[in-house]
């Protein structure tokens, strides 16, 4: 079984920044690909930022420059720095694991439950 839980959404006012984080535990026996994804009411879920086991980091244009990824291989947890939040930034942000859950199981993709940013004019 593995989960992944994300924190850190809330209601902050436009300019203002947020931290995300989402834990994977469980049965793991690598991560491979994280990131953070989002969905806004009425829109399809898109790419915020994802990164590697190495830390090679790929970015979505709408946020390259106010948004860093990070993550702790030790924690398996990824981070997700909001900084200069915009009301279009308003959305659900889920993570994402690429992982295996033993040395010669697949790739399988695991998200999170999602966490709400809300962000005010």
């Known amino acids: 079984q593995v989960q992944l839980v994300e924190s850190g959404g809330g209601l902050v006012q436009a300019g203002g920044s947020l931290r995300l984080s989402c834990a994977a535990s469980?049965?793991?026996?690598?991560?491979?690909?994280m990131g953070w994804y989002r969905q806004a009411p009425g829109k399809q879920r898109e790419l915020v930022a994802t990164?590697?086991?190495?830390?090679?980091?790929n970015y979505a244009d709408f946020v390259t420059g106010r948004f860093t990824i990070s993550r702790d291989n030790t924690k398996n947890t990824v981070y997700l720095q909001m900084n200069s939040l915009k009301p279009q930034d308003t959305a659900v942000y889920y993570c994402?694991?690429?992982?295996?859950?033993?040395?010669?199981?697949?790739?399988?993709?695991?998200w999170g439950q999602g966490t709400q940013v809300s962000v005010s004019s």
């Open positions: 994402k694991a690429d992982l295996k859950r033993y040395r010669f199981d697949a790739v399988y993709d695991y």
């Open positions: 469980g049965s793991i026996f690598s991560i491979n690909v």
């Open positions: 990164i590697t086991s190495g830390g090679g980091t």
